[in-house]
C-alpha cells in the first residue's frame, strides 16, 4: 500500500521500519521538526526522521496542518492510508479525509482508558493491572475513533513506565503490520469504543513528579514507576551540603509504618500515610549513574530517622 507514516519519538520507529520491510511504499514521513537537545543544543532530528532519512524516505515538518497549503500537500502524497504513532500534532478533517483508506492510529492503551497524551505512564502511576496497544480509525475527537485491533500486556509488580513502553514498541509494529495487510485485503472491521470507562491521560507536569510520601504505599510506588525513567519522581533531602534532589526510578511497597517521609532502615524503606515503599533505584542531582536503596543510604550517609522531603 502507499502510506503516509506520521510520528516523531522512539515509539514510532520500530512501526515504520516494519512497514517498510513488509514493502509498503512509504510515500512520504511527517514528523516534529528538529529540537535543541545536549549540552551544545544542537538541532537534532527526532527519531522518526533519522530513520525516514535512512530508507530514503521524504521527510516534512510543518508547524501546521491547518491551512489549505498543507492539505494540498498533503494530498499530493497520494496515499492509500496514513499510518499514526505518537506524531505529536491534531489531525484536522481536511487531513483525516484525504487518504483513501482513512487515517489509522496506533494508540499505547486500552480504549477507551487512557486517551491522550500520556497513556504509558498514566497506566503505571494509576496501578492498572494491564495496559497495551491498539489500532484505531482516527476521527476528529482525541482517540475517540472505533478499534480494530488490540494487544495486551500486564503490568507487573515494580514495573516501570519505561519498561512499558519498550515492551509496547514492537507489539504495536506487528499490530500495525497485521491491520495494513487486513485493510489491503479488505477484512479489517472496526468496533466502537465503549461509552463507559473513558480516562484521560493528560501530559506529565514537573509539578506532578515530587513524591507525595501521604499517599498510601501502593499509591507511592505506582507514582514513582509511572514517571521512570522521564520525568522521574524525586524527594528533597539535605546529604550534608543543603537540600538536594533525588530521582527515584524503581520501588515497590514494603512492610513498615511511621511518619510519612521518614527513612525506616539501611535498605531505604521510608514510611508513607499507609505502609512504606522501598526505594530500589535512585539517582542523585549531577550524578551519572544510578544507585540501589542500600548504596544511597550508605553514600548519602543517612540514618534511620532522617527526613525525606
Partial sequence: MRVVFMGTPDFAVPTLARLAQDGHTIAAVYTRAPARAGRGMALRPSPVHALAEELGAAVLTPSTLRTPEAAATFAGHDAD??????????????????????????????????????????????GDAESGVGVMRMEAGLDTGPVALEARVPIAGGMTAGELHDAL?????????????????????????????????????NEEARIGWSRAADQVAAHINGLSPFPGAFFEADLGKGPERVKVLRALPAQGAGEPGTLLDGEATVACGSGAVRLLELRRAGKGGSATGAEFVRGARLAPGARLG
Wanted: a neutral charge; glycine letters at 10%; proline letters at 8%.
Fill in 81 to 126: 492510508v496514513a499510518v499514526v504513532v505518537a506524531y505529536g500534532m491534531l489531525l484536522p478533517q481536511a487531513i483525516l479525509d484525504l487518504p483513501r483508506h482513512g487515517c489509522l492510529n496506533l494508540h499505547g492503551s486500552l480504549l477507551p482508558r487512557w486517551r491522550g497524551a500520556a497513556p504509558i505512564q498514566r497506566a503505571v502511576m494509576a
Fill in 169 to 205: 514498541m514492537p507489539l504495536g509494529a506487528g499490530l500495525t503490520a497485521e491491520a495494513l495487510k487486513a485493510l489491503d485485503e479488505g477484512t479489517l472491521t472496526f468496533v466502537p469504543q465503549p461509552e463507559e470507562g473513558v480516562a484521560y491521560a493528560h501530559k506529565i507536569t
